[in-house]
Structure formats: C-alpha cells, structure tokens
C-alpha cells in the first residue's frame, strides 16, 4: 500500500510539475474564454475593447514563454518543452499579433467575439503540435487546429466562403480519418501511443511502413503539400484576408515541426531514407505544381494559395535533410517565411479595403504610393529568393544544408531535389514579379486614389526593413538557431 501511494505522489507530482510549464497555453485558454465570455454580454461594436484584451492576453503568453523554462519532456514523456518548440510558439504568437492590426474590411471580423476565440483556439492547438510526442495529443492539436479553420473559413459569411469551408471540411475529415486508421495501427503494432517508442523500435513488414505513412497524411494536409493541396487555392481566394494570413503560417509550420520530430524518431536508416525519399518527391511535385499553377492566376490571394503550395516543399527540405544545419536551416527559413506571408497578406488586405482584388487592378499603384511599391518589390523578390532580401538568406541556407547531406551521403534523390528546387525558384520570377511589375510600370485604369493610412504605411516598411535586415544581418538569426540541437539529444 505505500509503495502504491509513492507511485501515486511521484505521478501527480510530476502532472503538477508539467502544468507549471503549459502557462503559455494557460494564457491563451484564459484569452479565449474571457473574449467569448465579453461576447455575451458586451455589444457588438466594442472591436477595440476585444482587440486590445486580445492584444494583452497574447503578451502574457509572450513573456510567460521566457518565464518557463525548457525542461524537456513533460506528463510523462507526453510532451516536449525544448528551444525548437519555443521558438516556432514566438512566431506564432507573432503571426496571431500582426493578424490583430490587419486593416479593416466591409465585414469587420474584431467586432466579433467568436473570431478572437477561434483563433485563440488554432494557436493554442499549434502550441500542443510542436510540442507533442504523444499520438492523442497530437490527434486533439490537430483536431483543435482543423475545427477552428473550418469556421474561420466561413466566418465571413458569404457564398463562396460557405463552399470553401464545406470543401475544407470534406478534404479535412478525409485526411483526420485516414491519419487515424493509420494511428491505430501503430498503437495495434506496438502497444504504445508514445512517437519516440512507436519509432525508435524494429520496424517489421510493410504494414509498420504504411501506417507511418498513413500517420504522416494528416501532417500533409496541414502543409499543404501534394496530394493533400487541393483545398488550399478555395480557402485561400474565399476565407478574409487576416485569417488566410494566419493559415498561410500557424498550421503550416505547426505540422512541419511535427513531421521533423516524427522523422527524426525514426532509428531504422533504411526506413527513414524510405521516408524522407518519398517525401522529397512530394516536396518536387508540390514545387513544380504550386509555382506553375500560379503563373495562371489572376487573384492575388489564390496566387498566394498555390506559392504556399510550392513553399510546403521548399519547407520540408529541413525535414528531408536530417541535421543540425538543416534544423537551422528551416528554423531561418520559417522565420523568413512567416515575415513574408504577413507582409503580403497586409498588402492584399489594404488593396482589398480599395475594392482592388485582382492583380490587374494594381496597376499604378506602386507608382502613386511610394511605400507600396517598394514593400511589393521587397516580398516579391524574398517570396523568389532573389538578393538583397531575407529570402535569398533562407533558400542559400535550406539548399546549403541539402548539398552538405547529399555530399555525405551521396543518395540520388537529394541531387535532384536540389536541382528541381534551383529550377523551380527560377519559374517563381514569373508570377512573383508580376504584382511589382503591375504596380510600378503599368497606368493605373481606377482614377480614385488608394486610401493607404499611415499605420498601413508604417506596417508594410516595419516588416520590409526586417527582411532586409535578413539579407544584410542574416548572422543575427542565424546565430540564435546554432544552440537548436535539443531535438536530437532526446534519440535513444
């Protein structure tokens, strides 16, 4: 009996010792609730009232962040609390900030509680990805992330919305049920739900294999990587501008950090070359069909739906890669990456706001509103990879890290996929450098000048400096990322 009761002491001990370290997502449940409890009584029109507890709530969750400490494994194993996991929570709390400022619609979304809550929600749930090593938790994050995507999708109230949230929902139960046969079998396979323990082990006969790929699904879905983008060009073009903002970076990286655990796991060599074999092509294909589908496009955000297609393979190169470098690599990479989404995104939003949807309709514009011109040219060339910008940085070090792995290991597909992804880089100019080249060297057809406010201005020149910074201080970052190797200090 008192052994039965130490075991009991040490387990609820070591429960309450784990909460202490959730006080980040302590924060964002709390936010969530207050808001949703401020819509019930409160009227409509309080947006600012909302915005601005969100805005606080948000900043505790910040600087809770730097209170707790990264102690590695938490409930036993369940979940990981390391700097890899802090760092991409940094920029989601980032993204969830800068989708609070972003410029007001016809439908103006702050106005409504639930808006505020479901985005607490898909932030809270990608703060339990990154974290996660258990398949439950991970199956609830996702779940989490997904249910609140699909109202957020619709939540503008409109035809098309509505369609694009039925389509999403459809792909996404599609992807959740084919992820959870293949969750069962490796819970049937190996008696555990623990990744590391699922993994690490023997992995025996073909039916191991195709579970993992069959786990693997879901985390697809959420990158928007082929076969599982189908979705993304509805969503993107329906779902408000502020919400596709967020979609383009939380979920995405979320399940990228997850794949990268998930593949590191694996100790089998052969098994994991399999995997990260199959997974490069998929990062080819997602390239090649993301960059050429939007060379077609006309609609500024469902040409963003197909570049962040093509980017889920330029994002999986670090996962492909399996090193230090390549950790740092995507680390930089995803940094870089969110700037630009959300630079691009605020500027569909203040064109938007004019009634300016089509790319087209950007004509002149860069040349009456200097700030505009320059923040176009700015996230069209990082969004290529062209220099003087913070996305050449990122793509020179995914590539350098590609080379490295491909020189010391000297696997065939790793060559190719550096090949394609240089050849793929250079069809990007074509659709990328159409907005700039639009908005500068084309004769503006409206007669009615843009209303860019000031805070506008200073958002779009804020969030082009730093990916400046990117490219001329690109060490900065860089040397943050050189102490991220905790991930394979937990590998039996």
């Not at 929570?89 to 479901?118: A, C, D, N």
């Not at 197909?306 to 995803?334: D, K, T």
């Not at 060339?381 to 990122?394: E, H, N, V």
Request: aromatic share 14%; with cysteine; glycine share 6%.
């Amino acid at each position: 009996m008192g052994v039965t009761n130490q075991v009991l002491t040490e387990k609820l001990n070591e429960v309450f010792g784990g909460v202490a370290h959730l006080l980040p997502e302590l924060c964002l449940v709390s936010g969530a609730l207050v808001i949703l409890i401020l819509e019930l009584v409160l009227k409509k029109d309080t947006w600012k009232l909302k915005t601005g507890l969100s805005v606080v709530f948000i900043a505790l969750a910040f600087g809770s962040l730097f209170i707790v400490e990264s102690s590695g494994l938490l409930f036993g194993s369940v979940l990981i609390a390391d700097e890899l996991s802090f760092t991409f929570q940094v920029i989601f709390l980032f993204t969830f900030l800068i989708s609070m400022i972003f410029p007001s619609q016809k439908w103006e979304l702050r106005k409504m509680g639930e808006y505020h809550f479901l985005i607490f929600c898909l932030v809270l749930g990608a703060f339990l990805m990154v974290k996660s090593k258990n398949l439950l938790i991970f199956y609830l994050a996702l779940e989490l992330i997904s249910i609140s995507s699909y109202i957020l999708t619709s939540i503008g109230f409109n035809k098309k919305g509505f369609e694009a949230g039925i389509k999403y929902l459809l792909f996404g139960a599609l992807a959740s049920g084919v992820m959870l046969y293949g969750m069962s079998l490796l819970y049937g396979l190996s008696g555990s739900l623990d990744l590391l323990v699922i993994l690490s082990g023997q992995m025996d006969g073909q039916l191991h294999l195709i579970a993992v790929f069959l786990l693997v699904v879901g985390v697809l879905f959420k990158l928007s990587l082929v076969p599982m983008h189908i979705w993304t060009p509805d969503v993107y073009e329906a779902a408000p501008v502020s919400v596709v903002a967020v979609f383009s970076v939380i979920p995405k990286l979320a399940a990228l950090v997850f794949l990268f655990r998930t593949v590191s796991f694996i100790s089998d060599d052969s098994v994991q070359i399999m995997v990260v074999q199959i997974i490069s092509w998929l990062a080819v294909i997602s390239m090649f069909i993301g960059n050429l589908g939007a060379i077609w496009q006309n609609n500024a955000k469902r040409m963003m739906a197909y570049s962040s297609i093509a980017h889920a393979g330029f994002l999986v190169i670090g996962v492909i890669v399996q090193s230090e470098f390549g950790l740092q690599s995507v680390i930089f990479y995803s940094v870089v990456y969110s700037l630009m989404n959300l630079g691009v995104f605020y500027l569909i939003a203040c064109m938007e706001k004019n009634d300016l949807y089509q790319i087209t309709d950007y004509r002149g514009v860069g040349k009456i509103i200097p700030v505009v011109g320059i923040s176009m040219v700015v996230f069209m060339i990082s969004l290529t990879g062209l220099p003087p910008t913070g996305g050449f940085s990122a793509k020179f070090l995914l590539f350098s890290a590609l080379w490295s792995t491909y020189e010391t290991s000297q696997l065939s597909f790793l060559l190719w996929l550096f090949i394609f992804g240089l050849i793929n880089t250079v069809i990007a100019l074509f659709y990328y450098l159409k907005i700039p080249y639009m908005s500068i060297f084309k004769t503006q057809i409206k007669q009615s000048v843009p209303n860019i406010t000031l805070k506008n201005k200073i958002v779009l020149a804020l969030i082009s400096f730093l990916i400046l910074v990117l490219f001329f201080k690109a060490d900065l970052l860089f040397d943050l990322t050189n102490k991220y190797s905790f991930v394979f200090s937990i590998l039996p």
